[in-house]
C-alpha cells in the first residue's frame, strides 16, 4: 500500500512571508546589520526549512540556543553562522570552537576555556562579550568589567569581536528600558577603548520597533519574523502572518440536553447540541488552558465554540448553527480568522508560547 493517510492536524508555514517581516525589520533598523532568531525550531515553524529560506538575504548571524541548534543548521548546508544566544556548557565547547560557531562569554573562566581549546587548535576564536544591564540572565555586570578585561585581553587565541545585551521589558517598562540603553552604552564605549568591537547589539524585536539606540549597529528579530509585533508599531500592518494551525472534523454527533463534554463535565449541554470532535488535542501542542475560556474555531465560514476541555488529541465545538459538517472538514484553529494573538490571550499565555509549543506531531507544510 502507497498511499498514506492525510494527517488529523497540521500546521502551513508561508517562508515568503517570513521573508517579507525580515525586510519589515530592514526598514525599520535600514543602517543596522540583522540576526534573526530562529531557535526553538524558529518559534515552531522549522528551523532547517526556515534557515533556507533566510540564508541569501545577507545576514550577519542565525540566533540560535545551542550548540545542537547550531550543528543542525550545519549539516542543512546553512552558510549564515550560528550565534549561540545562551551560555555553553563545557562540553559543547570543543564542537564549538571547531567550527568556528559564535558564543557569548559572561565569565573570564568562559573566556579561558575558550582560549586553551584555540590554542589546542592553533586558531583565533571570535566571541561576544556579554554585559548584565538588567535581565539577570547571562553576562558580566558592569562592575566587573574594569577586572574583567585586562584578563580576558590578555588571552592570545581569543578575539572580542561584538557586545550584546538583552531587554527585559522594552515591551512593558519605558523608562526602565531607557535607561538601559544608557548604561549599555557606557559599557560599549569602555570596551572599545580594548577591543575592535564590529557588533554591538542588545535589541529584539521590542527593542528594535520601539527605541533608537545610537550606539548599536546589530539587531535580534524574533517574535516580528513570524508576523506578531510584541508591542504597538508602525508596523503593526505590514507585518504578514506566516503560520497556519489546521485540524479535520473527525466525528459529528448529536447530544441530548443535560449530556458532559469532555474531563470533568465542565460543560453540561443545555438544549440538544450537534458536537464536532476534532483531531487535535494538547499532546499537538493546543493549550489545555485555554478550556472554558470563549476559544473558538472556524468550520465552514462559521465560528463555532469549543466545549469542553481540550483533551490529549482531541477537542470539540458545537456545530449546531452550522449548515452542514461532516468528518474530513477542515478546522481552523489559527489563521485569517482566528489570529494567534487572540489564541495566547484567552490561554492566559503569551504568543511566544503557542508558537514554540506546536509539537512535533504537527507536520509541517511549507509554501
Same mark, same amino acid.
Given at each position: 500500500?502507497?498511499?498514506?493517510?492525510?494527517?488529523?492536524?497540521?500546521?502551513?508555514?508561508?517562508?515568503?512571508?517570513?521573508?517579507?517581516?525580515?525586510?519589515?525589520?530592514?526598514?525599520?533598523?535600514?543602517?543596522?546589520?540583522?540576526?534573526?532568531?530562529?531557535?526553538?525550531?524558529?518559534?515552531?515553524?522549522?528551523?532547517?526549512?526556515?534557515?533556507?529560506?533566510?540564508?541569501?538575504?545577507?545576514?550577519?548571524?542565525?540566533?540560535?540556543?545551542?550548540?545542537?541548534?547550531?550543528?543542525?543548521?550545519?549539516?542543512?548546508?546553512?552558510?549564515?553562522?550560528?550565534?549561540?544566544?545562551?551560555?555553553?556548557?563545557?562540553?559543547?565547547?570543543?564542537?564549538?570552537?571547531?567550527?568556528?560557531?559564535?558564543?557569548?562569554?559572561?565569565?573570564?573562566?568562559?573566556?579561558?576555556?575558550?582560549?586553551?581549546?584555540?590554542? @589546542?587548535?592553533?586558531?583565533?576564536? @571570535?566571541?561576544?562579550?556579554?554585559?548584565?544591564?538588567?535581565?539577570?540572565?547571562?553576562?558580566?555586570?558592569?562592575?566587573? @568589567?574594569?577586572?574583567?578585561?585586562?584578563?580576558?585581553?590578555?588571552?592570545?587565541?581569543?578575539?572580542?569581536?561584538?557586545?550584546?545585551?538583552?531587554?527585559?521589558?522594552?515591551?512593558?517598562?519605558?523608562?526602565?528600558?531607557?535607561?538601559?540603553?544608557?548604561?549599555?552604552?557606557?559599557?560599549?564605549?569602555?570596551?572599545?577603548?580594548?577591543?575592535?568591537?564590529?557588533?554591538?547589539?542588545?535589541?529584539?524585536?521590542?527593542?528594535?520597533?520601539?527605541?533608537?539606540?545610537?550606539?548599536?549597529? @546589530?539587531?535580534?528579530?524574533?517574535?516580528?519574523?513570524?508576523?506578531?509585533?510584541?508591542?504597538?508599531?508602525?508596523?503593526?500592518?505590514?507585518?504578514?502572518?506566516?503560520?497556519?494551525?489546521?485540524?479535520?472534523?473527525?466525528?459529528?454527533?448529536?447530544?441530548?440536553?443535560?449530556?458532559?463534554?469532555?474531563?470533568?463535565?465542565?460543560?453540561?449541554?443545555?438544549?440538544?447540541?450537534?458536537?464536532?470532535?476534532?483531531?487535535?488535542?494538547?499532546?499537538?501542542?493546543?493549550?489545555?488552558?485555554?478550556?472554558?475560556?470563549?476559544?473558538?474555531?472556524?468550520?465552514?465560514?462559521?465560528?463555532?465554540?469549543?466545549?469542553?476541555?481540550?483533551?490529549?488529541?482531541?477537542?470539540?465545538?458545537?456545530?449546531?448553527?452550522?449548515?452542514?459538517?461532516?468528518?474530513?472538514?477542515?478546522?481552523?484553529?489559527?489563521?485569517?480568522?482566528?489570529?494567534?494573538?487572540?489564541?495566547?490571550?484567552?490561554?492566559?499565555?503569551?504568543?511566544?508560547?503557542?508558537?514554540?509549543?506546536?509539537?512535533?506531531?504537527?507536520?509541517?507544510?511549507?509554501?
Amino acid at each position: 500500500m502507497t498511499n498514506m493517510s492525510p494527517p488529523r492536524a497540521w500546521v502551513d508555514v508561508d517562508l515568503e512571508a517570513i521573508a517579507h517581516n525580515l525586510d519589515v525589520a530592514r526598514q525599520a533598523l535600514p543602517d543596522t546589520e540583522l540576526m534573526p532568531v530562529i531557535k526553538a525550531g524558529a518559534y515552531g515553524h522549522g528551523l532547517e526549512p526556515v534557515a533556507r529560506r533566510l540564508d541569501t538575504d545577507g545576514i550577519a548571524f542565525f540566533g540560535v540556543a545551542n550548540a545542537g541548534e547550531a550543528r543542525r543548521l550545519s549539516q542543512a548546508g546553512v552558510r549564515t553562522k550560528p550565534f549561540i544566544l545562551g551560555p555553553t556548557f563545557p562540553e559543547e565547547r570543543e564542537e564549538i570552537v571547531l567550527n568556528n560557531w559564535c558564543v557569548t562569554i559572561s565569565t573570564v573562566e568562559e573566556a579561558e576555556h575558550f582560549n586553551r581549546l584555540a590554542e @589546542l587548535y592553533d586558531k583565533t576564536f @571570535l566571541v561576544h562579550m556579554a554585559v548584565d544591564t538588567g535581565m539577570g540572565r547571562e553576562g558580566f555586570l558592569p562592575a566587573q @568589567l574594569a577586572e574583567a578585561v585586562p584578563a580576558i585581553k590578555a588571552m592570545r587565541h581569543i578575539m572580542v569581536d561584538g557586545v550584546m545585551s538583552h531587554f527585559p521589558s522594552a515591551d512593558e517598562d519605558v523608562p526602565y528600558t531607557q535607561n538601559e540603553i544608557g548604561l549599555f552604552t557606557d559599557c560599549v564605549q569602555q570596551l572599545q577603548q580594548h577591543f575592535r568591537l564590529r557588533y554591538r547589539h542588545i535589541a529584539a524585536s521590542a527593542g528594535e520597533l520601539g527605541y533608537e539606540i545610537p550606539v548599536a549597529n @546589530l539587531a535580534r528579530p524574533g517574535l516580528l519574523l513570524y508576523g506578531v509585533g510584541p508591542m504597538a508599531s508602525i508596523y503593526d500592518g505590514i507585518l504578514r502572518p506566516t503560520l497556519r494551525l489546521s485540524s479535520r472534523v473527525s466525528l459529528v454527533r448529536e447530544l441530548p440536553a443535560g449530556h458532559g463534554v469532555a474531563y470533568g463535565r465542565t460543560y453540561i449541554t443545555s438544549q440538544p447540541t450537534r458536537v464536532a470532535t476534532i483531531g487535535i488535542g494538547y499532546a499537538d501542542g493546543w493549550p489545555r488552558s485555554i478550556s472554558g475560556r470563549g476559544a473558538r474555531v472556524y468550520i465552514n465560514g462559521h465560528y463555532c465554540p469549543m466545549l469542553g476541555r481540550v483533551t490529549m488529541d482531541q477537542i470539540m465545538a458545537d456545530v449546531t448553527h452550522v449548515p452542514s459538517v461532516a468528518p474530513g472538514d477542515a478546522v481552523e484553529l489559527i489563521g485569517p480568522h482566528i489570529p494567534i494573538t487572540e489564541v495566547a490571550e484567552q490561554a492566559q499565555t503569551i504568543v511566544w508560547t503557542i508558537f514554540t509549543g506546536l509539537g512535533p506531531r504537527l507536520p509541517r507544510i511549507y509554501s
